[in-house]
């Protein structure tokens, strides 16, 4: 594939969407681009698969249709990211690429690998990214749990950020929420953990991923220990605990990525950033998932 300039490609494979996408465990993954250690441009191409942008080769040395498929890669995630379509890693896609994002498929692609229907805002099958039907929550009231927690956020910090995101969810849709009692089985567990933690997405130290969490059902939301969380207002090298738990309860109810920049429930958000408040989209997205009675 020819490119202009080589210096993008290695600042491209610097990308953090290193994340494995566990499709066991179907999570959903924040990842953040600082501080990578890419080298060449054939780790930019898992990278690129880990979204769905394309497919992963069975033949581990590639093929000749390689770079032509990378290509097409390249000009989805353009397009999807309203960018300017060249097909090449230039340096406003590098620049989208490379900012802090959620590690969920932007593209959804059944068992048969055929594409989900792309023309909407919200891809409403996104609790499980293989599956091509949506699983939605049986119940409207959700019990929720803190199963672990580190001393650089306050219980109380982490309790109160939990508390007004999932009243702004509650506010636009069906569901209350409560935290579970002792002893009770909880719908959705939170907490922080470092490296391996049984779910099969193992954490991998600040920069990296830096959040994930399941859909409906059999839920949880996960952060990294290691990254630097902040539960009021963030510095410019913090992430906001809040704006990612928004994030992230938009997936435990079912929610995909939208496109809309301004959205809760968009894939990108940078270090220092407060997103917290639901946009048009997102409540378009979680009214068409559980309408109105």
Same mark, same amino acid.
């Given at each position: &594939?020819? $490119? =202009?300039? $080589?210096?993008?490609?290695?600042?491209?494979?610097?990308?953090?969407?290193?994340?494995?996408?566990?499709?066991?465990?179907?999570?959903?993954?924040?990842?953040?681009?600082?501080? +990578?250690?890419?080298?060449?441009?054939?780790?930019?191409?898992?990278?690129?698969?880990?979204?769905?942008?394309?497919?992963?080769?069975?033949?581990?040395? /590639?093929?000749?249709?390689?770079?032509? +498929?990378?290509?097409?890669?390249?000009?989805?995630?353009?397009?999807?990211?309203?960018?300017?379509?060249?097909?090449?890693? !230039? +340096?406003?896609?590098? =620049?989208? &690429?490379?900012?802090?994002?959620?590690?969920?498929? =932007?593209?959804?692609?059944?068992?048969?690998?055929? $594409?989900?229907?792309?023309?909407?805002?919200?891809?409403?099958?996104?609790?499980?990214?293989?599956?091509?039907?949506?699983?939605?929550?049986?119940?409207?009231?959700?019990?929720?749990?803190?199963?672990?927690?580190?001393?650089?956020?306050?219980?109380? %910090?982490?309790?109160?950020?939990?508390?007004?995101?999932?009243?702004?969810?509650?506010?636009?849709?069906?569901?209350?929420?409560?935290?579970?009692?002792? %002893?009770?089985?909880?719908?959705?567990?939170? /907490?922080?953990?470092?490296?391996?933690?049984? =779910?099969?997405?193992?954490?991998?130290?600040?920069?990296?991923?830096?959040?994930?969490?399941? /859909?409906?059902?059999?839920?949880?939301?996960?952060? !990294?220990?290691?990254?630097?969380?902040?539960?009021?207002?963030?510095?410019?090298?913090?992430?906001?605990?809040?704006?990612?738990?928004?994030?992230?309860? %938009?997936?435990?109810? /079912?929610?995909?990525?939208?496109?809309?920049?301004?959205?809760? &429930?968009?894939?990108?958000?940078?270090?220092?950033?407060?997103?917290?408040?639901?946009?048009?989209?997102?409540?378009?997205? $979680?009214?068409?998932?559980?309408?109105?009675?």
């Amino acid at each position: &594939m020819a $490119i =202009d300039d $080589i210096s993008l490609l290695l600042v491209a494979a610097s990308l953090m969407f290193l994340a494995v996408h566990p499709s066991s465990a179907h999570s959903r993954k924040f990842i953040s681009a600082e501080q +990578s250690s890419f080298t060449s441009l054939d780790e930019v191409k898992p990278s690129i698969q880990a979204f769905e942008y394309k497919e992963p080769s069975n033949n581990p040395h /590639g093929t000749p249709n390689d770079d032509i +498929s990378l290509e097409s890669s390249i000009n989805t995630f353009q397009e999807r990211n309203h960018l300017k379509v060249t097909q090449k890693l !230039d +340096s406003d896609t590098v =620049d989208r &690429m490379v900012k802090s994002r959620c590690g969920v498929p =932007d593209i959804i692609r059944r068992p048969d690998k055929s $594409i989900q229907n792309e023309s909407l805002p919200i891809n409403f099958h996104a609790h499980y990214a293989f599956l091509d039907y949506f699983v939605p929550w049986n119940k409207t009231h959700l019990t929720f749990r803190f199963t672990n927690t580190i001393p650089s956020v306050p219980v109380v %910090g982490l309790h109160l950020a939990f508390v007004r995101s999932l009243k702004r969810w509650e506010s636009v849709s069906p569901f209350t929420f409560e935290q579970a009692n002792n %002893g009770q089985v909880a719908d959705i567990n939170i /907490g922080f953990y470092r490296g391996w933690h049984g =779910d099969n997405a193992p954490f991998d130290g600040r920069y990296n991923v830096v959040a994930h969490a399941s /859909g409906p059902l059999t839920s949880f939301v996960h952060f !990294d220990a290691d990254e630097a969380w902040r539960s009021n207002t963030p510095r410019k090298d913090e992430i906001d605990l809040e704006s990612v738990a928004m994030h992230e309860i %938009g997936h435990v109810l /079912g929610l995909g990525h939208s496109q809309d920049q301004n959205a809760v &429930m968009y894939a990108y958000i940078n270090y220092g950033v407060v997103k917290r408040e639901l946009q048009k989209d997102d409540l378009e997205g $979680i009214r068409a998932l559980y309408p109105p009675k």
